[in-house]
């Protein structure tokens, strides 16, 4: 965590958050709960597609994957 002064005696803090095993990353604020992604230089909400894509990298799988086991219980049921 870091404090710069910036124009207008201001001051701007910025926060690093290094990549970790687990996401969804959530920011808590103003009432609500929201998670982002960055796409090019911008950190967008993230939709319900993106959210669920999130989870699954956080739990070390894929959708490809989660549709194989399934087909799989299928055959086997």
């Given amino acids: 965590m870091q404090i710069h002064s910036i124009e207008n005696g201001k ?3 910025t926060v690093e958050v ?3 095993q687990e996401t969804p990353y959530y920011y808590r604020g ?4 929201e998670a982002f992604v ?6 967008v909400t993230a939709n319900a597609a993106e959210l669920k894509r999130l989870v699954l990298r956080g739990k ?3 959708f490809d994957s ?6 799989t219980l299928e055959r086997a049921g």
């Avoid at 960055?38 to 950190?43: A, K, M, T, W, Y």
């Avoid at 989660?66 to 087909?71: I, P, Q």
């Fill in 11 to 13: 001051n701007l803090l």
């Fill in 18 to 20: 290094m990549k970790g």
């Fill in 30 to 33: 103003n009432g609500s709960t």
């Fill in 38 to 43: 960055r796409i090019g230089n911008e950190s």
């Fill in 60 to 62: 070390n799988s894929s």
């Fill in 66 to 71: 989660l549709m194989a086991v399934l087909y």
